[in-house]
């Protein structure tokens, strides 16, 4: 059984080719467009991995991977944050990612397995995502 | 005194030590006393000295505990067995002190005595030194006080013209005490109502061209008594309410190797004297005045004058004429002294000289004095003339002297009118120097200042105008009217402006920018302001003021260059980010696209199509808004129906706003007339400020639908246009407030290209509008643009 992975992001540009390299390359995807979407289907469908997109409507990125690491059916679900606030815009993900891992209890499960910038690069991804699913 | 009797064991040097000591004690608490020594050697020399000395020896020192009251034995052997010995066999009642403790006493005997030595020493010499103390002090205040308790008033001053005596005579005397003199260089202030160098003064700067100048001056003379010392006599009309006469001796005093240290100044009154000898005078003359009422209209006369006769007396002294002089008729009638008032010095006055009929002396002595024979009376002389000693500053006098003759036509007189013009004199130098002032002002101006006469001819061409215009003053003042250096245009146009009330009231002309044609004919840019002239509301003149623009218009123009740098600058980076996006975007596309060939997969095919048109569109997107933001442009007025335009953005954003669970509210205020506005301008700018709304309700802490963004349209005070989109979405932060409009800004990530806002702006300032907000963090944020009323004119143009 090919492991199933959810991708969460509003942009459907995103969801059609972040899928199209996955099922490519033999992963099962299934998609929500935003944050409360994705909840839901994670209770559902218990994915191996997550895609999740940073800012979303209704439930951005930030809560939802919040949620589901404060949740002890959904925290051992290997998150990787994919993401265009960058350097360039003003906002450090990387570090920002560093210093809550310095903080506290509930921080420190903010912290997600992986993270990428857009444009993603597909060979960038496929690596990530097989490391995480090995290691989970 | 208490009494310590000391026996010594061991007669060698030691021993000798002690005894050199206690004989040589000084009288003190504790006396000590020798009363005998012990040695085995009877020839040590402490035993021999002893025994000089009648002081008990023996070779046993066993013997020494029988002595009676002995109090102490010093044992000087050095052997320390035989100091235990001793301690053993001793009585107790006597002290031993071994060598060693012997030692230490020796010791501090000798400081001590040192120290009482240094003492007397001390008590000596500052005995000595306070007795010569005291003898320079009585010294000191015997000179004091042979100058202090003088009759005659005196005064000293050291070389740095301080005031150092001030005796008592001379408080009498000048009312000034010394309290308030010594210490300071006021020893003028009492003589003269101005500052000025004393004779004391001139002897310590011992400058011989001033003591020369000043010896010429002041009638003074060497004094015959004391050596160096100088003399005068003079009246000092400041001193005392009617002036004094003093007799001054003035001398210098010097320290041994004959420097001058200072000057010693005596003064002897002898305005008495003079006082006494005018009353008497005054008296006879009483009598005869009064004999004379028929002259009282001199007296009463308005103008200053008087009366001499034939004997040089004074026979009529007016009241206008005391007033000018401030000496009494009282005091001048009956003596020749007419010139006091006028003169530091006793002089002959031209009322003299006509009287004596010296016309010769008068032309040779009042060569100064611009004078001329009387027009008016047969040979009478007027003159003007300024008298620095008449009054506190001097007066300027114009003189009439005229001779009374009788009626063989022989002098019996002379009569001396007055007028004084010295106001007139101060006035004149005040104008003067006022004018002197502005015309400084205007040659040195950086401005250039041009001023006409109401013919145009120009007047005042300053140095600045030069600067600016090219042209030297000499070439302009007076040889050029106005139209020579303005354009006809520009002359046209300030004339214009002067009888209007453009670029200021009418009659005068404020920043006015205009070109005036230089020397080369060449058009300069200035700055012009001006006002015309007017006397009795008729125009006289004008006088303008130009600044030279060229510097100005060309730093704003580098300005504007180095600000499209920057902003070319910001634009790349912020393109590029974008452009990077859109690219990752195509390559997206293009990735699903092959994968959709290779698996022959016609609707994934699709897919990736149209994800390439979208980001295919997205450039077409930021070109637009770079265009319309990077160009000037006017916008292509139309009539529109702000609600219908309105509902239109709303409608296309529906999709957006359903997606992110926000609610749309409209809020349009019917029956709103069209208004004249850029149909595609406004219409993106609503796009923009509703999609930033919806936006800013999708982002962290806005769950499940319960975004609100309001549309409202009216218009205030029946005019114009007024759009106000509201949500109660995120808010924001003040950081993000102040950067809102700086271009490339954006909150949104790699999905918003940072040009949203400025674009709109830009647009709302196009149509003379203003796009203005208010936002608070968690709050929500409301933008508001307002757009003015215009009015479209047939041809389409504004009106």
Redesign the interface.
Known sequence: MPEKILIVDDDPDIVLFLSTVLKDNGYRTIEATNGQEGLEIVRIEHPDLILLDLMMPKKSGISLLSDLKNDPDSKKIPIIMVTGVSGETGHDLASFFKGSSTGDQDSKAMIPEGYLEKPVDPEKLLGMVKKLLQSA | MKKINIAIIGGGSGCLAIMEMISGQRPRQIQMHLVGIADINPEAAGIKKARLSNIYTTFDYHDLFNIPKLDLIIELTGDPKLSQTIQHEKPDHIQLMDQRMAGLFWDFNRLDEEQLHADEEIKKRSHELRASEKEALRQKMTAEGIIYGSPTPMFVIDKSHKITYWNKACEKLTGFSSEEMIGTDRQWEPFYDHKKPLLADVIVDNDPETIRKATKNMELHKSPVVEDGYESEYFLPHLGPEGTYLYINAAPIKDDEGNIQGAIVAYQDFSERVKMTQAIKASEEETRRQKKTAEGIIYGSPTPMFVIDKSHKITYWNKACEKLTGFSSEEMIGTDRQWEPFYARKRTTLADLLIEGDTDTINDLYKDMKLRRSAMVEGAYEAERFFPHLGSKGTHLYLNAAPIKDDEGNIQGAIITYQDFSERVIMTQKIRRREAFVLNLIQNSIDGIIATGSKGDIGIFNNGAAKILGYAPEEIIGKMTYPEILSEKTGQAVRESFYSNKHGPKGKIINMEVDLLNKAKEPIPVRFSGTLLYEQEKEVGSVVFIQDLREVHRLQKEKEQAQRMAAIGSTVAGVA?YI??I???L???A??IN??ISKKDLA?VG??WA?VE??IEQIGGIVTDMLIYSRQRTPDYQKIDPNELASEVLELMEEKAR????TLVRDLQPGITKVSMDRTGIHNSLLNLIGNAIDS????G????GGIVTVKTDRPRGRGIRFIISDNGTGMDEKTQKKLFADFF?T????GTGLGLPVTKKIVEEHGGKLTFKSTLGQGTVFTLMLPEKHLQADGTLQ
């Open positions: 980010h990077k996006n690219l990752a975007g390559q997206g596309g990735y699903v994968s959709a994934l897919k990736g994800m979208r980001n997606i992110a669970g926000v309700c999708t982002l962290e806005i769950v499940n639908g954006t949104k990530g790699y999905k």
